[in-house]
C-alpha cells in the first residue's frame, strides 16, 4: 500500500510539469489514437481475405481493395508511428527541462554543508542523470503503456463483437495477468534506487579523481586510483545485476508465461468454436493475430520495466533534493539604515553539532573600516568569512549588518550587499565578460569597462584575441589574473562589505603587489574584512583580530598592537618578519 501511495505521488508531482504541453499533448492522443484503430483494422482486412479465398467469394477487384486497404493501413501505422516518437520526445525533453531547471536552482539554494554532504559528480548525477532517466521513461515507457493500452482495449472490445466467449476470455486473463505483473514488478523499485546510488558515487568518484589528476599523476597513485575506480565500478554492477534480476528478468519471464498460457486458451476456444460452425477460419486467424498484438506489448512492456523502475528510483531521489531546506531568497526582513555597519555578537558556530569551530565572537565594524583577521592554520578564520558572506548561518549569537540580523534577510539580498572573494577563484569556460558579470545582462559594458579600468587591467583586455569576447577558463589564466577578474567582479556588484579571505595566499610577490594595488579602488569606501595569512597584506587595514581556536583573543587598532611589543599580533610580525 505505502508503494502504491509513493507511486501516484510521483505521478502527481510530475504532472505540472507535463500539463503545460497540453497542445502537444492532445495531438500525441490523436496520433496514438489513429495508430491504434490502424493496428486493429488490420486483421479485419486480412480474415476478410481469408474467408473470401476460402469460399471462393472473392473478385480480381474486390482482392485488389484488400490488398491497397491492408497497404494503406501499413504506411498509416508506420509514419503515425513515427510521428508518435517525435511529439513524445519533445514533450518528454519540454517537461524534463523544466523540472531540471527547478532541482538545479532549488540544488544552488541550499545551504553549503548541504553540498559538501556528496561529492560533485554525485550532485550532476542526481540533478542531471536521475532527471534524463525521466525523460525516457515519458518518450518511451509511458507512450508504450499508454499505446498498448488502446491496442488492448481494442482488442478485447473487437474480440467481444466477433465473438463473446473469447471476449470474456481475454478480459478476465489480461485482468489477472497485469495485476500479477505490477505486483511483481513493485519487488524491484528499492533494487533500482540503490544501483541509482551506486552510479552516483561512482560519477562521484571519477569527478574527483580527474580533477586531482595532476597530483596523482605527479606523486605516483594513478595506479591507487584505478583499483579504487574498479571496487566502484564491481559494485555498481552488482547492484545493477540485483536490479535486473528482481526487476526485469522475472517480469519478463512472467509476461512470456503468461502470453503463452492466453494465447494457448484463446486458440483453443477459437478450435473449439470453428468446429461448432460458430466461426469462419478468417475469423480464427484474426483471434490468432489479436493474440499476438497483446503478446508482443506485454514482452516489449517487461522488456522496459527495467528502465521504468530505475526512472521510479531517479524520481525519487530527484524529490527528495527539493524536499531539503533551502536557503531563501527573500526575508522577513530587508537591510536598513548604512549596510555597512557589521556587527558579531556572541557567535557560535561549528560544521559538526557539538564541535564548535568558533565560539562566542563578538567584534564591530563601522562602516568603512576594515578588519584584518589573523590566526593559526585551522583557528576559525575563514569560518568568519563564511559567516559574514551568509554561507553558513551562526548556531547562536547574531551577524548584523546595519543592525539587522542576516539570519532575517534573504539571500539575494544579502548576497547584493556582501561580496565574498577566495584563495580559489572559479572561472566558468566562458568569455571575460561572462566570468566578471556571471551572466548578469543588467550589467552593461559601460560599467564593467569602469570597473576593469579602476582595476588598471584595460591594457589585459585589449591584448586578448577577442577582448571581453575572449573565452577563458582556469587553464590559461594564471592565478594572479584570476583575482583580479574576481575583484572585479566585486567593483561591478558595488557592495557594501568585501570580505578577502586568503586571496592573495597562492600569489608570488611580484602578483600579491600588483593585486595588492588593485584592492585599493576595491575597498576605497567600503567595510572590508580580511582574512590574511601573510601579514604584509594587512599594511592598510584600520583594526587587527587574532583568533586563536575559534576564539577572539585580541582585537585592536593595527597600529597600537604594532606598538605593544606584549600583543599577539606584534609577536606574530616578529616571528614573521613582517613589518
Given at each position: 500500500m505505502a508503494r502504491r501511495r509513493a507511486a501516484r505521488g510521483d505521478w502527481l508531482f510530475l504532472w505540472p510539469y507535463f500539463r503545460r504541453e497540453d497542445r502537444r499533448l492532445a495531438a500525441l492522443g490523436v496520433v496514438l489514437l489513429g495508430a491504434t484503430a490502424a493496428a486493429l483494422a488490420s486483421p479485419f482486412v486480412v480474415r476478410e481475405f481469408i474467408d473470401g479465398v476460402v469460399t471462393g467469394t472473392t473478385t480480381a477487384f474486390e482482392t485488389t481493395r484488400l490488398v491497397v486497404v491492408f497497404g494503406v493501413l501499413g504506411v498509416a501505422r508506420y509514419a503515425l508511428s513515427a510521428a508518435e516518437a517525435g511529439l513524445a520526445e519533445s514533450v518528454a525533453w519540454r517537461s524534463t527541462n523544466r523540472l531540471r531547471e527547478d532541482v538545479l536552482r532549488h540544488a544552488l539554494d541550499l545551504p553549503l554543508e548541504r553540498h559538501r554532504s556528496a561529492t560533485p559528480g554525485e550532485w550532476v548525477e542526481r540533478v542531471d542523470g536521475d532527471i534524463s532517466l525521466l525523460s525516457n521513461l515519458f518518450s518511451r515507457f509511458v507512450i508504450t503503456v499508454v499505446g498498448e493500452v488502446l491496442v488492448v482495449v481494442g482488442v478485447v472490445a473487437a474480440l467481444f463483437t466477433v465473438d463473446r466467449r473469447i471476449g470474456l476470455l481475454f478480459l478476465v486473463c489480461l485482468t489477472a495477468g497485469l495485476l500479477g505483473l505490477r505486483w511483481i514488478a513493485g519487488w524491484g523499485r528499492d533494487a533500482y534506487r540503490d544501483s541509482r546510488a551506486a552510479v552516483g558515487r561512482f560519477m562521484g568518484y571519477v569527478e574527483e579523481r580527474l580533477r586531482g589528476v595532476e597530483d596523482l599523476q605527479a606523486l605516483g597513485a594513478v595506479g591507487h586510483a584505478l583499483a579504487g575506480l574498479a571496487e566502484r565500478h564491481r559494485h555498481v554492477l552488482r547492484t545493477d545485476l540485483r536490479s535486473a534480476l528482481v526487476g526485469s528478468s522475472l517480469v519478463w519471464a512472467s509476461a512470456s508465461v503468461f502470453t503463452a498460457v492466453v494465447t494457448a486458451l484463446a486458440l483453443g476456444l477459437a478450435g473449439l468454436r470453428f468446429g461448432q460452425g460458430a466461426l469462419t477460419i478468417g475469423t480464427v486467424y484474426l483471434v490468432f493475430s489479436f493474440t499476438q498484438?497483446?503478446?508482443?506489448?506485454?514482452?516489449?512492456?517487461?522488456?522496459?520495466?527495467?528502465?521504468?523502475?530505475?526512472?521510479?528510483?531517479?524520481?525519487?531521489?530527484?524529490?527528495?533534493?527539493?524536499?531539503?531546506?533551502?536557503?531563501?531568497?527573500?526575508?522577513?526582513?530587508?537591510?536598513?539604515?548604512?549596510?555597512?555597519?557589521?556587527?558579531?555578537?556572541?557567535?557560535?558556530?561549528?560544521?559538526?553539532?557539538?564541535?564548535?569551530?568558533?565560539?562566542?565572537?563578538?567584534?564591530?565594524?563601522?562602516?568603512?573600516?576594515?578588519?584584518?583577521?589573523?590566526?593559526?592554520?585551522?583557528?576559525?578564520?575563514?569560518?568568519?568569512?563564511?559567516?559574514?558572506?551568509?554561507?553558513?548561518?551562526?548556531?547562536?549569537?547574531?551577524?548584523?549588518?546595519?543592525?539587522?540580523?542576516?539570519?532575517?534577510?534573504?539571500?539575494?539580498?544579502?548576497?547584493?550587499?556582501?561580496?565574498?572573494?577566495t584563495q580559489d577563484v572559479f572561472l566558468f569556460d566562458a568569455s571575460v565578460r561572462d566570468n566578471v558579470t556571471l551572466m548578469d545582462p543588467d550589467v552593461t559594458d559601460e560599467r564593467l569597462t569602469e570597473a576593469l579600468t579602476a582595476l588598471g587591467l584595460t591594457d589585459w583586455v585589449r591584448r586578448l584575441p577577442h577582448g571581453l569576447d575572449t573565452r577563458v577558463s582556469d587553464h590559461v589564466v594564471s592565478a594572479g589574473e584570476a583575482q583580479l577578474l574576481a575583484l572585479t567582479r566585486v567593483m561591478v556588484r558595488d557592495p557594501a562589505v568585501v570580505v578577502l579571505d586568503e586571496a592573495s595566499a597562492r600569489l608570488d610577490p611580484e602578483t600579491e603587489r600588483r593585486l595588492d594595488t588593485a584592492l585599493r579602488p576595491v575597498l576605497a569606501g567600503r567595510t572590508a574584512v580580511v582574512v590574511a595569512h601573510r601579514l604584509s597584506t594587512l599594511d592598510r587595514v584600520d583594526l587587527i583580530a587574532v583568533v586563536d581556536d575559534g576564539r577572539l583573543t585580541e582585537l585592536g587598532p593595527r597600529e597600537e598592537l604594532m606598538a605593544d611589543q606584549r600583543s599577539r599580533f606584534a609577536a606574530m610580525l616578529r616571528q614573521g618578519g613582517a613589518r
Open positions: 498484438q497483446i503478446q508482443e506489448p506485454l514482452i516489449r512492456l517487461s522488456h522496459q520495466l527495467q528502465d521504468y523502475q530505475r526512472a521510479m528510483a531517479g524520481l525519487s531521489r530527484t524529490r527528495e533534493i527539493l524536499e531539503l531546506p533551502a536557503e531563501r531568497r527573500t526575508g522577513p526582513v530587508s537591510l536598513a539604515g548604512d549596510r555597512g555597519a557589521v556587527t558579531f555578537d556572541d557567535v557560535t558556530f561549528g560544521y559538526v553539532p557539538g564541535h564548535p569551530v568558533v565560539s562566542g565572537l563578538s567584534f564591530e565594524l563601522r562602516p568603512g573600516q576594515t578588519l584584518g583577521v589573523v590566526g593559526r592554520t585551522g583557528a576559525g578564520k575563514s569560518t568568519v568569512a563564511r559567516l559574514l558572506a551568509g554561507l553558513v548561518r551562526p548556531e547562536s549569537g547574531q551577524v548584523r549588518l546595519g543592525g539587522v540580523d542576516t539570519a532575517d534577510v534573504g539571500t539575494a539580498e544579502l548576497r547584493d550587499a556582501v561580496a565574498l572573494v
